[in-house]
């Protein structure tokens, strides 16, 4: 069996032509059948160099990963929050990518606090995991989280990352919240993933980066409104709270309406099937990090 730094070496180059194919893609650049052949074959190697990584991981059991704040030197103090919060964030951005991609439980992907290091304030972190599907769906979190952060990392590659992975809304709030955190504390920090003997994948993000991401994706995390005409079966208003009740075969909801008119003129249609005109208005929620919706009727269609 091949050491995984060898394997995550040929890994690298692979993704390196699967990323120049997303960006033609992303770009809706034409690309000719024989190339497209190839860039097949290149993804079809790279599913297996992850199956190869992954049993190579399974076999060491050395799964960890570093995490280093650079510019705080050796001995120096700091302070619990900062420690605590930075560490935090990045296990709840682990956890939010398992979740999202892989369907893990949070508990399933917590992590173990193993010992410090010389050189900077850092710690070494690592999952403690026998049951082997475990095994395989973390590796696959570590893998896209590096993936990512190392995008994010290139102005290149930005453009087309807010295009693909990231323009699923609820990861994209877990990375602005981790970038968010270290961008607060000012903290440089370098990410070493591998096993505890080789290192693999080294990202150094500065803290400058930091704060420039997290203002980046702010603007991405926005969702703009939507405007939609469609025909519901009116089951009920309230003119104190100015909302009707309205359904159809796929949904219920209950629009907020401020025109007094178009509430009186429902009221007298109730179990009737009226078209509307109705804003449809979309955010993370913070806490449970669902997509919430709100409804605004704007026009009642006769």
């Given amino acids: ?47 297996q160099l992850l199956e ?14 570093k995490f280093i704040i650079k510019n705080v ?5 700091i302070s619990v929050e900062r420690f605590a919060q930075s560490i935090m964030a990045f296990q709840e951005l682990i956890q939010g990518i398992g979740n ?18 010389k050189g900077s304030f850092g710690i070494l972190l690592n999952t403690e995991k026998t049951d082997m599907e475990l095994i395989s769906k973390s590796y696959n979190t570590f893998s896209d989280m590096i993936e990512t952060l190392s995008s994010l990392n290139d102005d290149n590659k930005f453009t087309t990352l807010m295009k693909t992975k990231l323009n699923n809304k609820k990861l994209l709030k877990k990375y602005k919240d981790f970038y968010q ?12 993933w591998g096993d505890t003997v080789n290192i693999n994948t080294k990202i150094f993000i500065t803290k400058e980066r930091f704060v420039y991401i997290a203002d980046s994706l702010l603007k991405y995390e926005y969702i703009p409104d939507e405007h939609i005409s469609e025909t519901f079966i009116i089951k009920g208003i309230s003119l104190i709270k100015k909302r009707l ?58």
């Fill in 73 to 77: 030197t050796e001995h120096a103090n």
């Fill in 181 to 192: 955190i270290q961008a607060k504390y000012n903290n440089d920090i370098e990410i070493e």
């Fill in 100 to 117: 999202e991609l892989f369907r893990l439980d949070k508990n399933e992907l917590n992590l173990s606090f193993s010992n410090t290091f």
């Fill in 1 to 47: 069996m091949r050491p995984t730094n060898a394997i995550m070496r040929e890994i690298q180059e692979v993704k390196k032509i699967i990323f120049k194919e997303e960006n033609l893609k992303a770009n809706n650049i034409p690309i000719h059948p024989i190339i497209l052949i190839s860039f097949n074959q290149i993804n079809d190697r790279y599913i």
């Fill in 245 to 302: 009740e309205l359904q159809n075969n796929e949904k219920t909801i209950y629009p907020i309406c401020d025109d007094d008119k178009i509430l009186i003129e429902a009221g007298k249609k109730i179990n009737e099937a009226v078209k509307f005109k109705i804003i449809v208005s979309k955010k993370v929620n913070t806490v449970s990090d669902d997509i919430e919706e709100k409804y605004i009727v704007t026009h009642l269609i006769k």
């Fill in 52 to 65: 190869e990584l992954k049993e190579a991981y399974q076999h060491e059991n050395k799964h960890a990963i």
